[in-house]
Antibody
Framework: EVQLVESGGGVVQPGGSLRLSCTAS????????MHWVRQAPGKGLEWVSL????????YYADSVKGRFTVSRDNSKNSLYLQMNSLRTEDTALYFC????????WGQGTLVTVSS | QSVVTQPPSASGTPGQRVTISCSGS????????VYWFQQLPGTAPKLLIH???QRPSGVPDRFSGSKSGTSASLAISGLRSEDEADYYC????????????FGGGTKLTVL
């Protein structure tokens, strides 16, 4: 079964850091680019970042560029999002997703930035 | 504010046909494929349409997508109560070097 499972969410103070993980199973992980997409409470979907299958290409939304870093470890079938200098507006449910046309998304991990 | 615009709400009665629009520009919808997602409360988005008008297996043919120029539409025919959800369009944007843009979402209410 193709599956994505996120972890690492939690409560963090403004200015703090958090590292999210996404573990993949059921497909050849290194063949696919992977996205992070977030959804603030009661709001719409916002694309955050993309990393290519080999990790050589990374892309970011303007809202997180310079603060977030996406990476992957293909030997572990894992995707990561290192989030630094967190702001209250980063509070959201964070989803990882296989290439958009696949329709494969995780269930999300909640990040709350609050003092 | 998203660079891709959707109406915030839409509604219809059971059995009706409803359409949801998605308006963009030449750098996103005008030059790239459009995706449509359905999101029920508390769940991850579900892919309804990819490549403008292609349904993944398992998606009922009541759902259809189309694109013309810099706009796209999702049509739902034979509306059912379980179709009440949020709907999002998305596309790559060439002006944003490798980035994806989502529409703001449309809340569909089945009356």
């Amino acid at each position: 079964e193709v599956q994505l499972v996120e972890s690492g969410g939690g409560v963090v103070q403004p200015g703090g850091s958090l590292r999210l993980s996404c573990t993949a199973s059921g497909f050849s992980f290194d063949d696919y680019g992977m996205h992070w997409v977030r959804q603030a409470p009661g709001k719409g979907l916002e694309w955050v970042s993309l990393i290519s299958g080999d990790g050589g290409g990374t892309y970011y939304a303007d809202s997180v560029k310079g603060r977030f870093t996406v990476s992957r470890d293909n030997s572990k079938n894992s995707l990561y999002l290192q989030m630094n200098s967190l702001r209250t507006e980063d509070t959201a449910l964070y989803f990882c997703a296989k290439v958009l046309a696949s329709g494969i998304w995780g269930q999300g991990t909640l990040v709350t930035v609050s003092s | 504010q998203s660079v891709v615009t959707q109406p915030p709400s839409a509604s219809g009665t059971p059995g009706q046909r409803v359409t949801i629009s998605c308006s963009g520009s030449s750098s996103n919808i005008g030059s790239n494929n459009v995706y449509w997602f359905q999101q029920l409360p508390g769940t991850a988005p579900k892919l309804l349409i990819h490549s403008n008008n292609q349904r993944p297996s398992g998606v009922p043919d009541r759902f259809s997508g189309s694109k013309s120029g810099t706009s796209a539409s999702l049509a739902i025919s034979g509306l059912r109560s379980e179709d009440e959800a949020d709907y999002y369009c998305a596309a790559w944007d060439d002006s944003l070097s490798g980035r994806v843009v989502f529409g703001g979402g449309t809340k569909l209410t089945v009356l």
